[in-house]
């Protein structure tokens, strides 16, 4: 599932392709979607909105949505 980068990182496959999907994200975007290995996510995921539990809403999560004509998450 991951694309080696260096000796010691690698980086989820799909993810720096365009449009970037990662190889893990199952469902379809803009209807139902969720990560195949969240429980052992890496790292980055991990750090990813790391508000969003609180209901603070995350720019770059928007930004990314707003790539795929979505609006922003309502928390
Ligand atoms: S949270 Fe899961 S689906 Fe999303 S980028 Fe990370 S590994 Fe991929």
Request: hydrophobic share 35%; charged share 25%.
């Amino acid at each position: 599932m991951t694309v080696p980068l260096t000796a010691t990182l690698v980086r989820m496959r799909g993810t720096d392709e365009a449009p970037p999907r990662c190889v893990a994200l199952e469902g379809e975007i803009g209807g139902a979607v969720h990560c195949a290995i969240y429980e052992q996510r890496p790292g980055p995921c991990r750090d990813f909105a790391p508000y969003a539990p609180l209901g603070i809403g995350d720019d770059a999560c928007d930004r990314a949505r707003c790539r795929y004509g979505l609006p922003p998450l309502a928390l």
